[in-house]
């Protein structure tokens, strides 16, 4: 991602790992849980407002069919326009990650608290694999100076 601090921009943090285990097949929204504590899915208030940059996510395995979705979301509600991985046996993917559309383009507040969910195919066989995650956020540089 280059250089983490854009005197212009601010820094950009990644917040995680989320993580799972066993997925099972037909879910919509699962959240992940955060570091693996048990239920905790969503990151700490964060300091400042600022934008979703990105996601990453990665299997330990690829699943032998089906396939897994994951977003983020906000207390919860899944956030509109943000960007999504998808982890494929028919890909054959060991990872993927998904950038904003723009800088601006998922904004959210102080004190918002963001988590990664996960939705599965009809079809999904990954009784075996784990799956962890990352949310790519830059915080806003003017909201940081006053923290």
Known sequence: MGNLFDPEFGPVVALGPFYVANLDTNLTNTDLLLAGITA???TPNLPSAGTIVGISAAPSATPSAGSVVFSIHSAGTELANTPTVTI???ANTLGGYDLAGSAAEVA???GARLGVSATT???LAATTVDY???IWVRFDRNGLATA
């Open 88 to 90: 494929s046996s028919a």
């Open 121 to 123: 195919s009809t079809n």
């Open 40 to 42: 905790e899915t969503l």
């Open 132 to 134: 962890r995650a990352y």
């Open 108 to 110: 959210f507040s102080a």
